[in-house]
């Protein structure tokens, strides 16, 4: 006899058929004789939705009336799938975030879960039914529901699992394993049998959707044996796991792509101490995230231009912090641009080998793609370039790296 935790996403749950098909492999864990807690998503596009609505009735909405709203699509599939599971004479009960609770920090929109109390889940469990736990959603020190951030629902399983100490975290989704880079860009992807849990926290925090990246950080910090698979076929998926587990290691195992970017450049600030500090410190005081940094060094000694890079949705914010500040940091002009991508090439074998940068570089000039920003870390490589060459870029660094399937 097994724990499990099962997570579905929002396709796998998309009409009553799907959910039919969820509660169906669910029996048949349970019919093996495992103990099992379900974390589903809302029905496929239903969060887009909600979150729509609210956007049309106030762009600057209260982020705690924001959570009421978006956090209801899981409300509808817990109790769907509680009552299929039923239906075919599963025990099963649904329960919501604050039920349980799951209880969160306070940052409404995307709040991070602090515990989860399993005290009435284990019980359930030793009655032999199947606790359907809503995802994406938990409790505030404010006592009002918050939610934890876009493809939360992975976070909710794995923080699940990690509490209820399960044996596996199995997250279903659209397919059927966590791939070489998007199965959707690159037909020739491949399906990765493990990966380590750092290469997939650089592929999740690097734009790859498939696992929300503190999923992840929470299953490398509490050693969660997760599982990503397809609910549509039995095909097996792909582990996340140590480094030791996987005996060959791939230089690069994947390419990740990301279009939440936006650059900015602030052209001719004066070149001397303390302007760094200027720039950024508002910045980081209005909780902007800044990514890529490039400096260039001065032609007269006098100024230079600094560009940097953060989220997209965050540019906007960001312009008029500069624009307040301009006499301070005294810049010449500003400069945005949100045409931009980040690609990123990811490999723990970088940490022992040289020259993975240069077949980046490489490949992207054989295919006349212009590199605008770079930056490194110890297990990858990421560039930002225009974003009309994403796909390009991608399937090109595919192909150099021969990650191509045969
Ligand atoms: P769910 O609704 O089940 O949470 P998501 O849409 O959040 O599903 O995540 C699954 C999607 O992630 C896939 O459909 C795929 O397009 C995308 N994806 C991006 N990068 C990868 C990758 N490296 N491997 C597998 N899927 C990826
Ligand atoms: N329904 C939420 C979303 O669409 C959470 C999730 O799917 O994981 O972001
Ligand atoms: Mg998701």
Redesign the pocket.
């Known amino acids: 006899m097994a724990r499990i935790v099962m997570k579905f996403?929002?396709t796998s749950v998309g009409d009553v058929e799907r959910i039919r098909n969820v509660a169906r492999r669910v029996k048949a864990e349970v019919d093996a004789g495992n103990e099992v807690a379900v974390v589903v998503?809302?029905m496929s596009g239903?969060?887009?939705r909600l979150v729509g609505l609210c956007d049309a009735v106030s762009p600057m909405y209260d982020s705690r009336e924001y959570d009421v709203v978006?956090s209801t699509?899981?409300q509808v599939t817990i109790g769907l799938l509680a009552m299929a599971l039923q239906d075919m004479g599963t025990e099963a009960r649904s329960w919501m975030g604050w039920q349980l609770p799951v209880h969160t920090d306070d940052a409404h929109g995307k709040a991070r879960i602090a515990s989860i109390d399993t005290t009435v889940i284990e019980e359930r469990m030793a009655m032999g039914q199947v606790a359907v736990v809503a995802?994406?959603q938990g409790l505030g020190p404010d006592k009002r529901v918050t939610t934890?951030?876009?493809?939360?629902?992975?976070t909710s399983a794995v923080a699940l699992a990690a509490a209820l100490k399960a044996d596996r975290c199995d997250i279903y989704t659209d397919v059927d394993g966590i791939y070489t880079t998007d199965p959707r860009i690159v037909a020739k992807a491949r399906k990765l049998d493990k990966i380590t849990y750092e290469e997939m926290l650089e592929q999740a925090s690097l734009g790859a959707k498939v696992l929300?990246t503190r999923s992840v950080e929470m299953a490398m910090k509490h050693r969660v044996r997760v599982q990503v698979l397809s609910s549509f076929s039995d095909a097996p998926g792909t582990l996340v796991c140590d480094e030791d587990e996987i005996v060959e290691k791939e230089l690069v195992s994947g390419i990740a792509y990301s279009k939440d970017e936006a650059k900015v450049t602030l052209a001719k600030v004066a070149d001397h101490p303390g302007v760094a500090a200027r720039i950024f410190g508002p910045l980081a005081d209005a909780n902007i995230n800044v990514d890529m940094i490039v400096q260039n060094v001065s032609d007269d000694g006098q100024s230079t231009d600094v560009t940097f890079t953060l989220p997209r949705g965050d540019l906007v914010r960001a312009l008029k912090v500069l624009e307040d500040r301009q006499e301070d940091i005294a810049y010449k002009e500003l400069i945005a641009d949100k045409a931009v991508v980040k690609v990123s090439v990811i490999g723990v074998g970088m940490r022992s080998h040289a020259g993975v940068a240069k077949t980046m570089f490489t490949a992207l000039s054989d295919k006349g793609i212009n590199i605008q920003v770079i930056s490194t870390s110890e297990i990858k490589v990421s560039v930002l370039i225009a974003e009309e060459y994403m796909e390009l870029a991608v399937r090109a660094l595919h192909t150099a790296y021969g990650l191509d399937a045969a």
């Open positions: 996403g929002g998503s809302a239903d969060t887009n978006v699509g899981e995802g994406f934890l951030g876009r493809g939360g629902s992975d929300q």
